[in-house]
């Protein structure tokens, strides 16, 4: 069965940072991109960042840029993880936030991943 398990959510107040992570099962993680998306309260689900299978290349929101950092834990692939560096937090950046596999980095979007977690819940203080 397919799973992708998010962890690293929380409150922290603006300025902050935190590290999110997200645990792959094995054949998602070796065949697939990987990214994230948010839903903030009361709007839709936006895309954030991908990253394609090898690593070496990414695609971030504009908003998002220089303040968020993905990688993918390709040295040790038994890890399985993703991870979401979150710097400079501010309270529009409160969503839950979701991880996301397919095939290719460009369907790492709203209407066309694959595969979801369940999110896990960032919330910025002001």
């Known amino acids: 069965q397919v799973q992708l398990v998010e962890s690293g959510g929380g409150l922290v107040q603006a300025g902050g940072s935190l590290r999110l992570s997200c645990a792959g099962t094995?054949?998602?993680?070796?065949?697939?991109?990987m990214g994230w998306i948010r839903q903030a309260p009361g709007k839709e689900r936006e895309f954030v960042v991908a990253?394609?299978?090898?690593?070496?290349?990414?695609?971030?929101?504009d908003s998002v840029k220089g303040r968020f950092t993905i990688s993918r834990d390709n040295a040790d692939n038994a890890k399985n993880t993703v991870y979401l560096q979150i710097n400079s937090l501010n309270p529009e950046d409160t969503a839950v936030y979701y991880c996301?596999?397919?095939?290719?980095?460009?369907?790492?979007?709203?209407?066309?991943?694959?595969?979801w977690g369940q999110g896990t819940q960032v919330t910025v203080s002001s």
């Open positions: 996301a596999a397919a095939i290719t980095m460009n369907r790492i979007s709203v209407s066309s991943a694959d595969y």
């Open positions: 990253i394609n299978l090898s690593g070496d290349n990414t695609y971030y929101l």
């Open positions: 094995g054949r998602i993680f070796s065949s697939y991109a």
